[in-house]
């Protein structure tokens, strides 16, 4: 008679089955997470020219306004997410990421090796694939980001700065003679006159005039940065590249020296009660309604006591009692913006926070928090 196997022979079957299960699963468990790391790993996108964080938000995300989730995702390889370039490997959000702030931080990202303050305007020798770093220790010791400082526009007098030079034309040589010579892209070189001599490598900002704001002032609009690398010999142009485009560069478009001191502020601000007020007069590009990221002009200045790196609040004022209504209605934030550039007729912001979509010309706005 057959008699069934029980005891330890048994159990070390059973044991021997689970153990057998335990490794499956472990290999099974292994090869999915291994599959997973292979798949977050393969989540790159290589910046081409021409390309921002907002299309490539659009393209992998659907949505381009979950590009601060890219830069966050990249802060080791992005100093601002206004300029990334050609070349760069930028790592892609999974497919469960979620955004954690809607705007880039407002402190600047902390450098791998510690640097000195630069005791000047400097630039760093230009690689093919990227373009002249301005001041890139700068980002280690100011609130106020390089980046979105140079390319901010400003108020100034009717006709904008007095003393300018001028984009001539392209130093390219083109293989078809029909070719537009006008436009100048990133990298080209060009024949400028500086108007200002300049005893080394130099620095230019180009721009175009926005509009003229009756009672206000001349909005001037960053359009690029051009290196010239060397002073002219003495009644010739001089040869630059363009290192920085922030818009369309053409012939004719007036430069001035790239003057960054003013960017260099440091410290926190501080908020305060009752700060000076006024209105936002203009906001860059026009659109219908203001955003995070956009630039506005306030007609607050210098003699208001406003300096860059202090903050200003975007609000509705308080409404008093009205017929039918016995209360007031308490004043609503619309925003916050961090002051780039002061002049003496007015100040030019970027939004860094957003309650209400009321970003608009006419806004009022009173300073929220100034430095040290």
Request: proline letters at 9%; zero cysteines; a positive charge.
């Amino acid at each position: 008679m057959l008699v069934p196997v029980r005891g330890p022979s048994r159990r070390l079957s059973l044991r021997g089955g689970l153990a057998l299960s335990f490794a499956l699963s472990a290999t099974v468990s292994f090869v999915a997470r291994a599959q997973q790391v292979a798949s977050s790993a393969s989540k790159t996108h290589t910046v081409k020219r021409g390309d921002t964080l907002w299309d490539i938000a659009k393209l992998y995300l659907t949505d381009p306004f979950l590009w601060p989730e890219i830069y966050r995702l990249n802060t080791d390889i992005i100093e601002d997410p206004h300029w990334i370039y050609p070349g760069e490997i930028l790592k892609l959000p999974g497919e469960q990421a979620k955004v954690i702030a809607v705007s880039p931080p407002t402190t600047p990202v902390p450098t791998s090796t510690p640097v000195a303050p630069p005791t000047a305007l400097t630039a760093a020798p230009a690689r093919p694939d990227s373009v002249v770093v301005v001041n890139a220790v700068q980002q280690a010791t100011s609130v106020v980001r390089m980046g979105e400082y140079v390319a901010a526009p400003w108020v100034d007098a009717n006709g904008g700065p007095q003393h300018h030079g001028y984009i001539i034309e392209s130093a390219e040589l083109p293989g078809i003679a029909s070719a537009d010579r006008s436009r100048m892209r990133l990298y080209d070189r060009v024949f400028v006159d500086p108007a200002q001599a300049a005893t080394g490598r130099a620095l230019y900002l180009v721009y175009r005039l926005g509009p003229m704001l009756t009672d206000f002032g001349q909005i001037v609009i960053p359009t690029g940065v051009i290196e010239v690398p060397r002073p002219a010999q003495p009644g010739e142009a001089a040869v630059g590249r363009v290192v920085r485009m922030f818009d369309e560069i053409l012939e004719g478009q007036r430069l001035i020296p790239l003057d960054t001191a003013a960017a260099i502020v440091s410290g926190r601000p501080t908020a305060i009660p009752a700060g000076n007020r006024g209105m936002v007069r203009w906001v860059a590009g026009e659109p219908v309604l203001g955003t995070i990221q956009h630039y506005v002009v306030v007609d607050i200045s210098r003699k208001d006591g406003l300096t860059p790196g202090d903050q200003i609040e975007l609000y509705k004022p308080r409404q008093k009692p009205t017929e039918g209504r016995d209360l007031a209605l308490p004043d609503i934030s619309i925003g916050r913006a961090q002051v780039l550039r002061v002049t003496q007729y007015g100040a030019t912001a970027i939004v860094i926070s957003q309650e209400q979509p009321k970003i608009e010309q006419g806004a009022s706005v009173r300073i929220a928090a100034k430095m040290p």
